[in-house]
């Protein structure tokens, strides 16, 4: 159990202590639950109310909100960020391994840097490069000649291919798939014929990817992830992506081959994004998007039919199948009105 006082924790987090700062604290619970022990955080005015009733040991809070607080505080512009970094404070969560493994297979002109892990029954092949203080977990592939960054964590079964390539500082949690083939064929007269993937994936510092996520190799060129992307589980990044420094994206979402995404983008969960287009930076598209062309101006985009109950939704396909009808109808009063 991690235990940290109020003082060492504002240090941490460029935070000013209200009360006591020789509390210690050893964990980070809901306003609703949190104990003597905990500290929790209030980062949305409308739940101020509940303050007043908060068993934590402290309160990550706003200036505007010290006053309501019956515990001692730390004090943020942003108590979200505060309770992320109070977050990194006291995790507890293990390392993917430790140390290398008897199971572990390693070829012998792999290149292995110092400080580095290897879990049981991990393979890392001919000529692959594992950078100073990386952790590879149990079950682990890394093929030939790919290069895993310093301080980089893999988690179990994390297949890397051949010639792929990571950054420094990125997390990759389990199952997830990185330089697998593109979806990359031609057809001759009704037989597919496959089309070898010959570039790699490239990808930056600080780069979270979730669980079951695959990002597939480049056609020719590299499919590229830049630095500071964080990816959540289950996604598809097709062949050639392109995705800039500092974008976002949610679960379940599909980017098809060739696709860029810019920089500082949102990507909404169970998104589909057409391939061959270019989005630009600073565009937020909210969840189960359909992107079919390219967006060349920042903001956000949605698409899809709310929820409704399902007598309102039948409603209104019905109406959608009468479109066409309606447009020519319209049409044509239109031409009488201008006759």
Same mark, same amino acid.
């Given at each position: 159990m991690s235990r940290i006082t109020l003082a060492e924790l504002a240090e941490k987090l460029d935070a000013t202590v209200h009360g006591d700062g020789n509390?210690?604290?050893?964990?980070?619970?809901?306003?609703?639950? +949190? !104990?003597? /022990?905990?500290? #929790?955080? *209030?980062?949305?005015?409308?739940?101020?109310? =509940?303050?007043? &009733?908060?068993?934590?040991?402290?309160?990550?809070?706003?200036?505007?909100?010290?006053?309501?607080?019956?515990?001692?505080?730390?004090?943020?512009?942003?108590?979200?960020?505060?309770?992320?970094?109070?977050?990194?404070?006291?995790?507890?969560?293990?390392?993917?391994?430790?140390?290398?493994?008897?199971?572990?297979?390693?070829?012998?002109?792999?290149?292995?840097g110092e400080g580095v892990a290897i879990g049981h029954n991990a393979v890392i092949e001919s000529k692959a490069v594992i950078a100073?203080?990386?952790?590879?977990?149990?079950?682990?592939?890394?093929?030939?000649? +790919? !290069?895993? /960054?310093?301080? #980089?964590? *893999?988690?179990?079964?994390?297949?890397?291919? =051949?010639?792929? &390539?990571?950054?420094?500082?990125?997390?990759?949690?389990?199952?997830?798939?990185?330089?697998?083939?593109?979806?990359?064929?031609?057809?001759?007269?009704?037989?597919?014929?496959?089309?070898?993937?010959?570039?790699?994936?490239?990808?930056?510092?600080?780069?979270?990817?979730?669980?079951?996520?695959?990002?597939?190799?480049?056609?020719?060129?590299?499919?590229?992830?830049?630095?500071?992307?964080?990816?959540?589980?289950?996604?598809?990044?097709?062949?050639?992506v392109q995705i800039g420094s500092g974008s976002a994206m949610a679960g379940g979402t599909i980017v098809a081959g060739s696709t860029k995404i810019g920089k500082h983008c949102i990507i909404g969960g169970g998104s589909v994004i057409n391939g061959h287009i270019e989005i630009t930076d600073g565009v937020t598209i909210t969840g189960m998007g359909m992107v079919m062309r390219a967006i060349g101006e920042k903001g956000m985009y949605s698409s899809g039919i709310p929820l409704q109950t399902n007598k309102e939704w039948r409603k209104t396909a019905a109406r959608v199948h009468k479109i066409d009808e309606m447009n020519k109808r319209l049409k044509a009063v239109e031409k009488k009105l201008v006759d």
């Open positions: 509390v210690v604290v050893h964990s980070i619970a809901s306003m609703s639950k +949190a !104990k003597e /022990g905990d500290i #929790t955080f *209030l980062s949305d005015a409308k739940y101020r109310k =509940h303050l007043g &009733e908060c068993q934590a040991s402290a309160v990550i809070v706003k200036e505007a909100d010290v006053e309501f607080c019956q515990s001692n505080a730390l004090i943020m512009r942003d108590p979200y960020l505060g309770f992320a970094l109070a977050a990194q404070a006291l995790d507890t969560t293990p390392a993917p391994a430790s140390d290398i493994a008897p199971s572990a297979y390693i070829a012998d002109d792999a290149i292995i100073d203080g990386a952790i590879i977990g149990a079950g682990c592939f890394i093929g030939k000649e +790919a !290069k895993i /960054g310093k301080n #980089t964590k *893999l988690w179990a079964n994390v297949s890397v291919y =051949h010639r792929v &390539e990571i950054g420094e500082a990125c997390l990759v949690q389990s199952g997830t798939v990185i330089g697998s083939d593109g979806f990359g064929y031609a057809n001759d007269r009704g037989t597919w014929v496959k089309i070898p993937q010959l570039g790699s994936v490239i990808i930056g510092d600080n780069v979270e990817i979730g669980a079951n996520t695959t990002i597939d190799r480049g056609a020719i060129d590299d499919t590229v992830i830049e630095s500071n992307v964080i990816i959540d589980n289950q996604i598809q990044i097709a062949h050639n």
